[in-house]
């Protein structure tokens, strides 16, 4: 019985000595299974991106190491793969991934090859960023001299949604949005831009534009110059009412305005005569026959003009408007004139005056003529004149001597109510008819009555008819109603034969037949 206790104690030091001996060999040759993580991605851009891979446990050791990379879940090696080449001095490392698609999803993982094989670190998402949109230019068609179409496509919207498309153009090379722009929908696909208020003969630059999240992208740069162009501009105000009574024009009504205009020989000057009859007189150019512009008022600068411009003020006066629409900005002048006849009968010294008649919205007076050449000129100077071709009643600044040849009274009229068709007619007037001494074959003239304003004659007629000839000849006559004239009218009749005296208003066409 006491033997057993003996036995128990010799055995642990035997047994203690085998444990001690598997212990140390087992911690010689066992290693940690290999182990990977996926720490984070970083410095995405459209086309790249850096995955930080992380080891854990390298086992045995790995002889490759890297991240795998694809637009679906779960990627391996077989797919995709970067493979990292730097000299790790920590557990992380970074591998950039390059070529990527723009505005695409993608799924990444660090792997790690050893003896055992690859081994895989977590999953990780990210989203490349977008890139600028795709867009085209359309080449302008339709060409006027203030309009032209044009366009472009957006073929590619970069990943990110277009929130505007449309055309930038300007004077200089590589217009952009910052400077005039149109603004034609949003989203990918073809838009027609149609540009407006253009200069005559001027060369534009143009390009198309969508914008996105990333920003604007320009399409290939286009050019085209736009042709004569012929503006009608008009002159609203608070003059209009005063200055043009019974016209049926109205204040600050474009469409019910005096006109200005250019034509095809000078499209950028546009000119015209404009009568201001209050003292203070306000007023704008406005480019159509509304105000849905461009309009212009006072510039910064005196004599300029501008689009948020205020009204422009001038006193009472006929004034000469020019505005030079070709440089920017535009410059405007408006000269008062007061209009005169000088020639050989003044002995060109000094010009007889004439009078402005609102009613009928022409320069007039009676004049005794002599015979010889003569023009009509503005404010005593040479700066403001107007001749006329041989046989024509269309005037010419600068213009050839209108010639007079026969010594006589003259009704001289001075129309310059139309821009750039200003006309005059310089008329001796007399009576025609077989009422009349002379019957239908020979006038009998009339003489001007100065102090009344008209032309007059005192006769014996007949219970026939008369007319009234201009210049001995058929050309212009007036016949009709005594209170309104017109030109080519029929007959005038005599009730009953006596001693007349009968007067004409030429410019009004109103005339008296009274028996003495």
């Known amino acids: 019985m006491k033997m057993k206790p003996i036995f128990r104690i010799m055995m642990l030091p035997v047994a203690a000595a085998i444990l001690l001996a598997g212990c140390t ?5 066992v290693r940690l299974d290999p182990k990977l993580g996926t720490a984070k991605v970083s410095s995405i851009t459209s086309n790249s991106a850096v995955v930080q891979g992380f080891v854990v446990a390298q086992g045995d050791g790995f002889t490759e190491k890297g991240v795998c990379y694809d637009q679906t879940p779960a990627p391996t090696i077989a797919k995709s793969k970067a493979v990292f080449t730097g000299v790790a001095t920590t557990a992380a490392y970074n ?9 695409k999803t993608y799924y990444a993982r660090a792997y790690a090859t050893g003896q055992a094989g690859t081994v895989y670190g977590e999953e990780l998402t990210f989203t490349t960023m977008p890139i600028l949109p795709t867009v085209t230019t359309v080449a302008a068609t339709e060409v006027t001299g203030t309009t032209a179409k044009t366009g472009g496509e957006v073929t590619a919207d970069g990943g990110s949604a277009v929130t ?3 055309v930038c153009y300007g004077l200089t ?3 952009t949005i910052a400077g005039t722009k149109t603004t034609d929908g949003a989203n990918t696909g073809a838009f027609v ?9 001027t060369k534009y630059y143009v390009r198309a534009y969508a914008t996105n999240s990333i920003g604007t992208a320009y399409g290939p740069e286009i050019s085209f110059t736009t042709l004569v162009s012929v503006r009608n501009w008009y002159v609203p105000g608070d003059y209009v009412a005063a200055s043009y009574p019974g016209s049926g024009l109205a204040d600050w009504s474009p469409d019910k305005s005096p006109m200005v205009k250019s034509n095809e020989a000078n499209p950028n000057n546009v000119e015209g005569y404009v009568y201001m009859a209050n003292a203070s007189n306000n007023w704008k150019f406005a480019s159509q026959p509304n105000w849905n512009g461009p309009n212009y008022g006072a510039g910064a600068t005196a004599g300029t003009l501008s689009e948020t411009g205020d009204n422009i003020n001038l006193p009472a006066g006929y004034y000469k408007l020019n505005v030079n629409a070709g440089v920017n900005p535009m410059t405007y002048t408006a000269v008062a004139t007061v209009w005169g006849v000088i020639g050989d009968l003044t002995g060109w010294s000094s010009q007889l005056p004439l009078t402005y008649d609102p009613a009928v919205r022409v320069w007039k ?8 050449g003569w023009k009509f000129r503005a404010n005593n100077d040479w700066g403001y004149n107007y001749g006329a071709p041989a046989g024509s009643l269309s005037l010419v600044a600068g213009g050839d001597n209108i010639s007079t040849t026969v010594e006589d009274d003259y009704a001289i009229t001075l129309d310059l109510s139309t821009p750039l068709a200003y006309t005059y007619r310089a008329d001796r007037w007399g009576v025609i008819g077989d009422a009349t001494p002379g019957g239908w074959s020979d006038d009998t003239n009339m003489t001007w ?9 005192t006769l014996n007629l007949t219970a026939a008819a008369f007319k009234f000839r201009a210049n001995d000849g058929w050309d212009y006559n007036l016949g009709g109603s005594l209170t309104a004239l017109t030109p080519g009218g029929d007959n005038i009749s005599v009730p009953s034969a006596g001693n007349y005296t009968i007067t004409l208003n030429p410019w ?3 005339a008296t037949l009274t028996k003495n």
Not at 95 to 103: C, H, S
Not at 193 to 201: E, F, P, Q, V
Not at 449 to 457: I, L, Q, S
């Open 193 to 201: 831009s149609n540009l407006t208020g253009l200069r005559g003969l």
């Open 173 to 175: 090379a590589n217009p």
């Open 449 to 457: 009555d100065a102090v009344n304003g008209r032309f007059t004659v």
């Open 164 to 166: 505007a498309r449309g």
């Open 365 to 372: 007076g009676g004049i005794h003529m002599t015979t010889g």
């Open 95 to 103: 591998v950039p991934l390059t070529g990527l698609d723009f505005a």
């Open 25 to 29: 060999k087992e911690t010689s040759d």
């Open 508 to 510: 009004t066409k109103v």
